[in-house]
């Protein structure tokens, strides 16, 4: 029983389905930091109800309009628009600065597909920042427009139409700051720098909506992610380790004959992580 090495091969078998490489890493932390890296960049396949705000419904490009319209019929019925990402999603030393700050996404407004998994590269980019059953259309901007990722803009209107999204990063107490960044090439030069900034939005102040970034470039939410992978494994050992007993029992009232040996791993389904005994098939569900 190593749920360590588990989790190492459940990274190594979902970067070998997008064909993601790691020969280059030699840890197995940094192979579950390349996954944590990967399925940060995707987005999750669920139905969302989708909400517009008021720029994207003052869209009147015909193109645009039937792009988006696609778009917001896969979100509804929970298909799967991962393809309308940067593709930069599987190149691992690409880190989305504008998604590890601010948790916006963005997405290429196009109706035809580039190659077998992306769609075409457009000249208008929608941006959107998702919760577990919600999709918000932000706005749509120019993919050529000078710093378009770093437009705070985009978190002015969030903030006058959904403030409750981004709620929990509004930071309580603050009345003022001492040097505030809104130009747009400031805040894409912090970025870079692997430094998270304070927003003044209206008369409220918010931490980094997507966790902030790291001072090696890399997004904050992977590091605390892959914590939170190897603190499980740990629980989960513990688990294992200190109620073997009535875990054995357990199973063998759910198979209905005596527990004599078992095989414990760690194992990675829709409904989230399992202890799963491979020989009598059962399993217990792990929190992360």
């Not at 605390?224 to 200190?242: G, L, N, P």
């Amino acid at each position: 029983m190593d749920f360590y090495k588990d989790i190492a091969q459940i990274a190594k078998d979902i970067l070998d389905h997008y064909e993601v490489g790691y020969s280059d890493l030699t840890t197995d932390r940094g192979i579950v930091e390349r996954w944590a890296t990967l399925q940060l960049k995707l987005i999750r396949i669920v139905p969302r109800k989708v909400l517009k705000s008021n720029h994207v419904m003052q869209q009147v490009d015909v193109g645009i309009q039937q792009a988006l319209n696609t778009i917001e019929t896969k979100l509804t019925k929970g298909e799967d628009i991962n393809p309308y990402l940067s593709k930069g999603i599987f190149r691992a030393e690409y880190t989305d600065y504008l998604f590890s700050d601010w948790g916006i996404f963005h997405l290429h407004v196009s109706e035809s597909l580039d190659g077998k998994f992306f769609m075409a590269r457009s000249d208008s980019l929608l941006f959107m920042m998702l919760a577990q059953d919600c999709a918000y259309f932000i706005d749509v901007r120019a993919h050529d427009e000078q710093f378009v990722f770093a437009q705070k803009a985009l978190l002015d209107i969030v903030h006058t139409e959904w403030p409750h999204v981004i709620e929990p990063f509004r930071l309580k107490g603050i009345t003022e700051l001492s040097h505030e960044l809104d130009d747009p090439a400031s805040i894409a030069k912090m970025r870079k720098a692997g430094v998270n900034v304070i927003h003044r939005i209206g008369s409220d102040f918010y931490a980094p909506m997507g966790g902030g970034i790291t001072t090696a470039r890399t997004s904050m939410e992977v590091t605390i992610q892959v914590d939170r992978f190897f603190q499980m494994a740990k629980s989960a050992t513990e688990y294992v380790d200190q109620g073997n007993t009535q875990i054995t029992q357990r199973i063998a009232e759910a198979t209905g004959a005596p527990c004599i040996s078992t095989d414990f791993h760690l194992e990675l389904t829709e409904r989230g992580f399992f202890v799963l005994d491979r020989i009598s098939k059962c399993g217990f569900p792990i929190k992360t």
